[in-house]
């Protein structure tokens, strides 16, 4: 799966009722994600929340943010997982 080097940018949109939201890199270009998309395991994230992410590609050619993280925060997943 193609992925990207981490993006820096914000939450500029999120619906709890559905968990969708969309992350905009400090490029302008939004990306969206789904709320298991946030990787210290909350399933909620305020508009406006600085984050860093990866953009990876999802299904349709699209691409979306994953392994949303607040800089500054402990990320609570391993780097990597035992294959």
């Keep these: 799966m193609a992925t990207t080097p981490p993006t820096t940018g914000s939450v500029t949109a999120f619906d709890a009722t559905t968990g969708l939201g969309t992350a905009t890199g400090a490029d302008g270009t939004a990306y969206p994600f789904h709320c298991t998309a946030i990787a210290d395991g909350t399933r909620t994230i305020d508009v406006g929340t600085e984050v860093v ?13 994953r392994g949303l993280v607040r800089p500054g925060l402990p990320n ?5 997982l035992p294959t």
């Excluded at 609570?76 to 990597?80: K, R, S």
Aim: charged share 15%.
């Design 53 to 65: 992410f990866d953009v990876t590609a999802a299904h349709g050619g699209r691409w979306e943010a």
């Design 76 to 80: 609570p997943l391993p780097a990597a």
